[in-house]
């Protein structure tokens, strides 16, 4: 918490809560979310806007994060990677028509 109050204190406006999961050895629980108490904690002591990510691709969990106020933005990687229309597929089902300039 301390380096993330430094940077607030530095005039950072956003922090990124994600581990990367690259940690060799990491042995915790890894879930769709497991990230967000991480962000939560961060945006808790510091008073700073949070981002996570973490295997969150579901558009419903991810309204939930943020719905219930949980962090301010959710980042969406791999899930963009494996499919392109991801964006456009998850503004459908949330029932968004979208006027495309190719059908």
């Not at 967000?36 to 973490?54: F, K, N």
């Amino acid at each position: 918490m301390q380096v993330a109050a430094w940077l607030r204190d530095d005039g950072v406006d956003l922090i990124d809560a994600t581990t990367g999961n690259i940690r060799p050895g990491y042995g915790g629980p890894v879930y769709p979310g497991y990230q967000v108490p991480y962000a939560e904690q961060i945006r808790r002591h510091t008073g700073l806007p949070v981002a996570t990510s973490g295997s969150v691709a579901a558009l419903d969990l991810m309204e939930e994060i943020i719905g219930a106020g949980r962090v301010d933005l959710v980042f969406v990687g791999r899930p963009l990677l494996r499919n392109p229309f991801w964006v456009i597929e998850a503004a459908r089902a949330a029932g968004v028509t979208l006027d495309l300039p190719i059908p």
